[in-house]
T-cell receptor, first 114, second 114 residues
Framework: AQSVSQHNHHVILSEAASLELGCNYS??????LFWYVQYPGQHLQLLLK??????LVKGIKGFEAEFIKSKFSFNLRKPSVQWSDTAEYFC????????????FGKGTMLLVSP | DSGVTQTPKHLITATGQRVTLRCSPR?????VYWYQQSLDQGLQFLIQ???????AKGNILERFSAQQFPDLHSELNLSSLELGDSALYFC?????????????FGPGTRLTVL
């Protein structure tokens, strides 16, 4: 079974600061990796996903994530955050050859102050 | 708007009662997933249906059951409700059942058990 750890439960940043949210997963096989975002009062939306190929993936709204296989990590980054990035961010994983169901981390609540 | 609809938005009921949550997937999507989001457990996968058949089961209690109908909408039935069942219940849909298929989430149903 897979598991996902997001080490930061709450992050507070000022606008224009750089962001990096950590995500580590545990699974012995090949995985697909996802970052979802949940803005206040809204549904979960896919930010970006990694299946294979270039380990640096770019998503919507200027977010990117890097897959480092040796570290079992898939950290989310953004060079300069905006107040509108205030949201909860979830890292998720599933097994490439298994079911499509997702295993989520506990989430990181990001608060960006103007 | 993800195209996934869930009703009702809010549900308040008493312990021991039974409720039904409804989900309509995006047009053309054959898979439906149910997830439970609570403060202590985070986002947990409950069950998946694909084209009317159960495909995968997660941490779903025996008091909970689900089904997917011929028109592809799905219902999650929760019975003998306990205080601990209070949570946000999300439905998601995807085109198929490949691990690389993107899951689109609905707005959720917030269940409060008093």
């Amino acid at each position: 079974a897979q598991s996902v750890s997001q080490h930061n439960h709450h992050v507070i940043l000022s606008e224009a600061a750089s962001l990096e949210l950590g995500c580590n997963y545990s699974y012995g096989g090949t995985v697909n990796l996802f970052w979802y975002v949940q803005y206040p009062g809204q549904h979960l939306q896919l930010l970006l996903k990694y299946f294979s190929g270039d380990p640096l993936v770019k998503g919507i709204k200027g977010f990117e994530a890097e897959f480092i296989k040796s570290k079992f990590s898939f950290n989310l980054r953004k060079p300069s955050v905006q107040w509108s990035d205030t949201a909860e961010y979830f890292c998720a994983v599933n097994a490439r050859s298994g079911y499509s169901t997702l295993t989520f981390g506990k989430g990181t609540m990001l608060l960006v102050s103007p | 708007d993800s195209g996934v609809t869930q009703t009702p938005k809010h549900l308040i009921t008493a312990t021991g009662q039974r409720v039904t949550l409804r989900c309509s997937p995006r047009s053309g999507d054959l898979s439906v997933y149910w997830y439970q989001q609570s403060l202590d457990q985070g986002l947990q996968f409950l069950i998946q249906y694909y084209n009317g058949e159960e495909r995968a089961k997660g941490n779903i209690l025996e008091r909970f059951s689900a089904q997917q109908f011929p028109d592809l909408h799905s219902e999650l039935n929760l019975s003998s409700l306990e205080l601990g069942d209070s949570a946000l219940y999300f439905c998601a849909s995807s085109l198929g059942q490949l691990s690389t298929d993107t899951q689109y989430f609905g707005p959720g149903t917030r269940l409060t058990v008093l």
